[in-house]
């Protein structure tokens, strides 16, 4: 395997595991009772929502974490987290706008928001999966299949 290649899959699989290590400590570490409780405090969903969008967070970041880390439907889950993490700025931005002084809700651990810290993680989760678009289909997957010439 090329460095490209090796880079490609340690950063498909940190990032994956990464997710799952998040949506695993809010479903089975603080629970997602207490997630629901962080993102009701972001003041953006009616309160009917609350609990049915932090389960669905919560599982979504389970499931796409570990389809990138085995590198299984690799564009579908980048898209997916692709599309969480544009969710988690737009959460993160307007309660810096509104000057909210509240829990991420990040990994379930009640750590208050540190903005200027998510002023870096955030986009960089997003140029690690314009990365894994790019360059994520050289990488093996779980169960890549070598092409074998018929002749």
Same mark, same amino acid.
């Given at each position: ?5 090796? +880079? ?25 009772? #207490? ?35 085995? &590198? #299984?439907?690799?564009? &579908?889950?980048? *898209? #997916?987290?692709?599309?969480? #993490? ?13 000057? *909210?002084?509240?829990?991420? &809700? ?19 989760? *997003?140029? +690690? ?23």
């Amino acid at each position: 395997m090329t460095a490209q290649t090796w +880079i490609t899959l340690s950063l498909r699989v940190l990032l994956g595991a990464w997710f799952l290590y998040n949506g695993g400590s809010k479903i089975f570490g603080s629970g997602l009772d #207490v997630f629901a409780g962080d993102l009701h405090n972001y003041r953006l969903l009616p309160d009917d929502w609350v609990a049915p969008v932090a389960y669905l967070v919560a599982w979504t970041e389970v499931v796409a974490g570990l389809l990138l880390m085995f &590198g #299984v439907w690799r564009r &579908g889950s980048i *898209l #997916v987290i692709f599309a969480m #993490v544009i969710g988690f700025m737009v959460f993160i931005g307007w309660a810096w706008l509104q000057q *909210l002084d509240i829990s991420c &809700g990040c990994r379930g651990d009640g750590e208050p928001i540190s903005f200027w810290f998510k002023v870096i993680e955030l986009p960089g989760y *997003l140029l +690690i999966l314009l990365w894994l678009w790019w360059k994520g289909d050289k990488a093996p997957g779980l169960w890549t299949q070598k092409k074998q010439n018929m002749a």
